[in-house]
């Protein structure tokens, strides 16, 4: 197993006014102990009384394991918090990773990492995954969601660094430079223009014209590309971009297409033979997107053809869990085909790999896993409801905060309210998204054996998935 890198900082001192309860080992759901969360919220307005920190329920610290080289931004986030930070350079293995997730309350992952639901199960203690990507299909959505683990990502982070990569291969392809590049480490002078062009006057089709298809829209025109795009909604063009109404249209028009889409069953294999037919004769095909978007086979037939005139692969169905000798037969059958075609880039999944993207992505995921923690906020989350309540200011006393993760089915709130009866409920929100809700409430006046009392009252409801509170 690689060795955990050492993280400065102190962790957590445990309040002194917490509640320790014991709870049920017949029970299936998080236990008193793993409810935390300990910061100070920024203020809303300059005129407003200081916020209140919110302090756990329980003095058991909170746990963070951080995997593939999280950027240190991110660490130190979650560092400053007093959080208790492991961090690995590298993913781990299954078994490896089972063991060390049974412990934590918060995992920060990439790509690599397969949290499924054999590894989630054995996670009794997390509430919250950070996947410090754009990607979310290494998570089993579905489970974390229905046992109250809410699942935040960075959509936005790294569209620059994707849209860059890009123009860069369009302008590589364009002058065969994988290959001039090549023959020079081989000692090989080949000096040729046959089949080398300017980008300029040419043809971008874009497929997804998101956050990367969208600034790579606006980069390629700046260099003179006339641009068109399929998507499956209707988008607003930047510049004098224009969408194209099917994919097969795009493809008989474009030079160069690039792929910008997420993985869905009704995006496998959106580009193979019907698709690549129907492209222009020595056209190009880029794909960042996901692996499972481009029928490689297919691929490697129509640039051994002649077909196209190359290809650019960031990603593939199967990718290596960690650097080395490892993208070989075993992992994908193509493989040795594929890298013998001449005019094709192969990168290991980088579209996203700068300093730039991912210090950005630290700071987004980082400071989402931190708001979930200490206040409950999941504004972001991939899987769950999105709620968020204003902070506690420092003198709203005796007030706790309920953060009520239930099945979506009626009669939740009725019996949740009957609970809160002698009390006086301050700001309460309920949102639901598919088989789950969330309530957020904040409690006034309130002891510490009332808040114990709320929590074994709401420990008992018979729909409960997970609680915390924050006091």
Partial sequence: MSSPVPVSGAVAESSSNAVTLSTSPTISAHSPGSYFGSMNRRLTSSFTAPPKTLKPFNTEDMKVLLLENI????????????????????????????????????????????????????????????????????????????????????????????????IGEIIALARQLGDRSMEMHQNTWNKVSAKCWEIRGKTLGIVGYGHIGSQLSVLAESMGMSVVYYDVVPLMALGTARQISTLNELLSVSDFVTLHVPQLPETHNLISGPQIAAMK???????????????????????????????????????????????????????????????????????????????????????????????????????FPELSLRPLSADEEGHVRVLYIHSNVPGVLRTVNEIFADHNIEKQYSESRGEVAYMMADIADVTTSDIKTLYEQLYNTPFRIAIRLLY
């Fill in 71 to 166: 950027n240190k931004t991110a660490i130190d986030i979650l560092n400053q918090q007093g959080y208790q930070v492991e961090v690995y350079k590298t993913s781990l293995d299954e078994e490896e990773l089972i063991e060390k997730i049974r412990d934590v309350h918060a995992i920060g992952i990439r790509s690599k990492t397969k949290l499924t639901a054999k590894v989630l199960r054995e996670a009794k203690n997390l509430v919250a995954i950070g996947c410090f990507c754009i990607g979310t299909n290494q998570v089993d959505l579905e489970y974390a969601a229905r046992h109250g683990i809410a699942v935040f990502n960075s959509p936005f982070s790294n569209s620059r660094s994707v849209a860059e990569l890009v």
């Fill in 281 to 383: 004769e020595g056209a190009y095909l880029i794909n960042a997107s996901r692996g499972n978007v481009v029928d490689i086979r297919a691929l490697v037939n129509a640039l051994s053809s002649g077909k196209l005139g190359g290809a650019a692969l960031d990603v593939y169905p199967n990718e290596p869990a960690k650097n080395g000798p490892h993208f070989v037969e075993t992992l994908n059958s193509w493989i040795p085909e594929l890298v013998k075609q001449k005019n094709v880039i192969l990168t290991p999944h980088i579209g996203g790999s700068t300093e730039e993207a991912q210090s950005a992505i630290g700071v987004e995921v980082g400071t989402a896993l931190t708001k979930y923690i200490n206040e409950g906020s999941t504004i972001g989350a991939v899987n």
